[in-house]
């Protein structure tokens, strides 16, 4: 079955034509699906988003320095939001539509967008992530790390570093020119090796000038599907690891949390990421 052709890349009037439009166009004329120009950010808007990324990081080696046994989440909260206001940037969560909080914080079984809370309390043998996304002079960073309380149980502690490799393998095999499926099919074969399922109904995203940009970054798949990836851009891996079935639902009292529908814990790592001519470069983590 041919591919439905997509034509996303245009030419800029008036200008000669690059190798790079040569490279995009080649793809395009075979019918993969590639980005929009749009999509591609200038050296100056990198850099933005770089010095945003620096923001972003400090902010979870603070989060790294404090977390504990008998914190609550809302203390977690409180150091994000001042950490990121005395750096003069914004936490992007903050009242995005509708999110109360400045930091997600997701315990065991939350998978993502886990709301801070005086009344939730880190107790011995918890997983938890913390996701940090900061907006600095208008550039958006994002990601996030998992952290292991006290004597945290060695499945617990294996789903986490399983986790971690997951996003590591993704990374390694997100190459210029090649497509966003490749990342999701490592991520996927490396998860599923290990006897774990990978979250289907969220993704990583591309970031920088808006919270949330294209191309849609899913965790499985296969290689050579998705948006080709092409130096400049600028997006998230976030691979989500669940200890059990991959389903989900949104806790509907809050319509935020999401958790594993079998009740069993889940793990995510994230970093945002440029491509450059020669593979990735990370801009926070």
């Keep these: 079955m041919s591919r439905r052709k997509i034509n996303n890349w245009h030419l800029i009037k008036g200008q000669p034509l690059t190798e790079l439009d040569k490279q995009v166009l080649y793809y395009q004329n075979k019918g993969h699906l590639v980005p929009k120009r749009s999509l591609i950010k ?15 990081t400090g902010v979870l080696d603070l989060v790294e320095s ?15 939001y001042e950490y990121t206001m005395d750096h003069g940037a914004i936490p992007a969560p903050l009242h995005y539509e509708g999110f109360p909080k400045s930091v997600c914080t997701s315990i ?13 309390i880190l107790r011995d043998g918890d997983i938890i ?3 940090v996304s900061t907006i600095l002079d208008g550039y958006y960073s994002d990601a996030s790390r998992m952290f292991m309380i006290g004597n945290v149980s060695p499945a617990k502690r294996r789903l986490v570093e399983v986790t971690k490799e997951c996003l590591q393998i993704g990374m390694e095999v997100a190459k210029p020119f090649g497509f966003v499926g490749d990342i999701g099919h490592a991520i996927q074969k490396h998860a599923e090796k290990n006897g774990y399922s990978v979250v289907r109904d969220l993704c990583g995203h591309g970031v920088g ?3 949330h940009e294209e191309p849609e970054v899913t965790h499985f798949g296969k290689k050579g599907t998705g948006m080709l990836l092409v130096p400049g851009m600028v997006f998230t891996i976030e691979p989500m690891i669940n200890m059990g079935r991959y389903d989900v639902y949104i806790d509907a009292d809050d319509n ?6 079998d009740g069993l814990p889940s793990a995510q790592w994230e970093h ?6 020669h593979g990735l470069e990370i801009l926070t983590h």
């Design 108 to 120: 065991n079984e939350v998978v993502c967008h886990g709301i801070p809370s005086e009344k939730e």
């Design 66 to 80: 404090e977390i504990k046994e008998g914190m609550s989440t809302e203390q977690i909260d409180k150091l994000v």
């Design 272 to 277: 945002t990421f440029v491509m450059t001519d």
């Design 42 to 56: 200038t050296p100056e808007q990198i850099e933005g988003i770089r010095r945003s990324g620096v923001v972003n």
């Design 209 to 211: 000038l808006e919270f």
């Design 256 to 261: 935020w949390t999401v958790l594993t529908d």
């Design 129 to 131: 992530n913390v996701d």
